[in-house]
């Protein structure tokens, strides 16, 4: 750096150089993620769909969220995983609260045909533990892009929410338990019909690493998971336990949680839900010349 100057009529302003990198703020390294996917609808499975996730909706619903997050106090770095394609209010909407957007796109239905009637399992599948209980939906492929989550290797910690999520309260105090207490992975613990314990996946911590990102995508599309939603939670809890930290077993305890966000996960009705308890999110700018009746 002091050699910089060296021989040159009008030295730059050293003072300046030095004096950014130095003191000007370093942007926190941690964001709160979510995945949209605006995805074609197969009515005859999926009656939800048209209402949900034409691209006008899913949008709408990121708004939403970075309304929420930002009633709730929080104002750090906030990105979207982003598949299909969008239109430019609506990307403008959301780059204005602040979105970085990542493209997403790619076709990933071919590479997760997993337990759809008439389609032959990929080879390492493994056997459901119960087969009567195994979800019909078969939109779990659309659920996948939440694992390049793990490809965001600029953000060293990741709070990844589904858009069906209401927040009372700011994930940040979370995310800072989790680089603290350097939390490699947590999730909600599930049971459910399973037979075993699993995870629920509505909201994750998560640290980014690429080798990560590449064993969870490739277990996905080899099927090398235990069958039971069909959707990446699949792929997730038979990789991950619900908490996962440097300091495993050393004394014969499990990692301790790390406190959530107070929140709800409401599912399909979640618009009306965040509705109610942020008004004034409400309708998001591109929803209000939308003539669809769905509100
Ligand atoms: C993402 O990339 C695809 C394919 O390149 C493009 O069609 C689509 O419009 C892009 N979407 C966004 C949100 O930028
Ligand atoms: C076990 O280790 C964890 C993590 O270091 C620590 O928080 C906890 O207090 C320890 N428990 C006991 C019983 O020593």
């Known amino acids: ?65 970075g309304c929420q997050l930002s009633n709730v106090g929080y104002a750090g770095p906030k990105a979207i995983l982003m598949h299909g394609v969008y239109a430019p209010s609506s990307m403008a909407m959301l780059a204005a609260q602040g979105w970085r957007v990542h493209n997403v796109t790619a076709d990933l239905r071919a590479l997760f045909p997993a337990g759809v009637p008439g389609r032959a399992r990929p080879a390492l599948q493994i056997p459901p533990r119960r087969a009567g209980v195994v979800q019909p939906r078969n939109d779990g492929w659309a659920t996948l892009y939440k694992l390049y989550a793990w490809s965001l290797v600029e953000f060293e910690l990741v709070l990844h ?82 908490e996962v930290g440097e300091e495993w077993g050393a004394n014969g305890t499990a990692v ?19 509705c109610r308890r942020h008004a004034a999110c409400c309708p998001a700018p591109n929803e209000q010349h939308d003539p669809s009746p769905a509100r």
């Open 256 to 274: 301790r949680a790390v406190p959530w966000p107070h929140h709800k996960h409401w599912g399909p009705d979640a618009d009306k839900a965040i």
């Open 1 to 65: 750096m002091a050699a910089i100057g060296v021989g040159r009529q009008r030295p730059v302003p050293t003072l300046l150089l030095l004096g950014l990198p130095a003191f000007a703020a370093a942007p926190p390294r941690f964001a709160v993620v979510t995945t949209v996917v605006s995805r074609p609808c197969d009515l005859a499975v999926d009656r939800i769909c048209r209402a949900h996730h034409t691209q006008t909706k899913i949008a709408a619903l990121a708004y939403k969220l």
């Open 161 to 242: 929410t589904d858009l069906d999520v209401v927040f009372s309260a700011s994930p940040e105090p979370a995310i800072r338990a989790a680089l603290a207490t350097r939390l490699v992975f947590q999730a909600l613990p599930e049971e459910a019909y399973r037979g075993y314990h699993g995870l629920n996946t509505h909201i994750m911590l998560l640290r980014p690493n690429t080798d990560v990102f590449s064993l969870l995508m490739t277990n996905a599309v080899r099927g090398h998971f235990v069958p039971f939603t069909r959707t990446e939670q699949d792929v997730l809890e038979t990789v991950f336990p619900p």
